[in-house]
């Protein structure tokens, strides 16, 4: 599993070289877990045995891997606050949607944020807002401001783990391309161009984490993570859980669900983003069925297999072949999933066509 970390001290991302970003330095345990210890020794017990800031861009495995999370504490109190405001925000006040468990009565929110608990997980997403404002993706997430009232927000921490989910470039920016066509506003950012950025952001710390060493520090690779049981067990050994499969067996139903799922609002022809007629309603809901009758049948490694080739459905798109300009974008993605079947190819077939493009004006 990649998990790594160094120390440092809090600043700016506009003041932090690319090393430094690399490096994974933005949170500054040392001090943290020295305020921790002063706060045990007078006899302040922690509120959250376990904190998890999660962060990734949207369609990324974000909520299947943080329901997964979540049941490795069976029989614990666990608070899943999903898709927070960026910022020097609270997370109890700011949460989109919230997941309680474990506890003898049932709670509210706020009522929640008093009581002791096993495991809380507070989530960051690309949101339409950072678009707007300009803002970096990791500037927000670790927020100065954030940090200097985060106890009073969350409470006291036993112990607190940042954790970067990571999907590769060409499936994440399908699923993300699909979700803007399909959801419009409500698909979150919609600037390519920054997403691609964002992405770009996270892969260089995600890589610069997996080279520190310190187990502080998680990064997750989505892809790595659905398809090889050996690494979802060292994450759950890192996380102090008891490994479970359980909730491998269904798909999130947080974030809308999968973007590619026969149950989602429009469906796409190999070649872009073209709606298919919908001729016969009942057609598709018999398709429903079939599909939920037969897909508990289908091999692991063959949906695994499948996942890992969705970007083929939009392979011809000129919006999802402009993200590809970049040769940063391929390079990152193979240093951290290594070589996909066909990218290279494709990238190269992306470049040659922009080439011969420009040279012809």
Request: glycine share 8%.
């Amino acid at each position: 599993m990649h998990i790594a970390m160094r120390l440092f001290k809090v600043k700016s991302h506009a003041d932090t070289s690319l090393a430094e970003i690399a490096a994974g330095c933005y949170f500054n345990y040392d001090k943290c877990e020295a305020q921790d210890r002063r706060a045990l020794e007078v006899g302040q017990m922690p509120i959250n045995e376990l904190e998890l800031r999660v962060y990734g861009l949207m369609r990324s495995g974000n909520h299947a891997i943080i329901e997964w999370i979540l049941s490795l504490y069976p029989g614990g109190k666990t608070c899943f606050l999903n898709n927070v405001e960026h910022g020097a925000n609270d997370p109890f006040v700011t949460t989109r949607k919230f997941l309680l468990s474990g506890f003898e009565s049932p709670v509210g929110l706020q009522a929640c944020r008093s009581n002791d608990r096993t495991l809380l997980v507070y989530s960051y997403e690309d949101r339409k807002l950072l678009q707007e404002t300009g803002i970096s993706f990791l500037d927000s997430v670790f927020d100065p401001d954030f940090e200097r009232h985060r106890e009073d927000y969350l409470g006291q921490s036993r112990t607190r783990r940042n954790v970067l989910i990571l999907r590769d470039p060409f499936n994440c920016f399908a699923s993300r391309l699909k979700m803007i066509h399909d959801r419009g506003a409500k698909g979150g950012m919609k600037d390519l161009s920054e997403i691609a950025r964002n992405w770009k952001a996270l892969a260089t710390r995600a890589r610069g984490i997996r080279d520190c060493g310190d187990e502080r520090e998680i990064v997750i690779l989505f892809n790595d993570w659905v398809g090889k049981r050996a690494y979802r067990k060292a994450i759950s050994q890192n996380l102090g859980g008891q490994y479970s499969e359980a909730s491998m067996r269904r798909t999130s139903t947080f974030g809308g669900g999968s973007s590619f799922m026969p149950n989602g609002k429009a469906r796409y022809t190999v070649t872009g983003l073209k709606p298919r007629p919908r001729v016969f309603s009942r057609v598709k809901g018999i398709r429903k069925i079939f599909y939920r009758l037969l897909e508990p049948m289908v091999p692991r490694w063959y949906k695994v297999k499948m996942l890992n080739r969705r970007w083929h459905s939009l392979r011809s798109s000129a919006e999802f072949r402009q993200l590809f300009r970049d040769p940063d974008i391929l390079q990152l993605s193979e240093a951290l999933f290594g070589e996909m079947p066909g990218t290279r190819n494709f990238v190269r077939d992306v470049t040659s066509q922009y080439a011969s493009k420009t040279g012809s004006l």
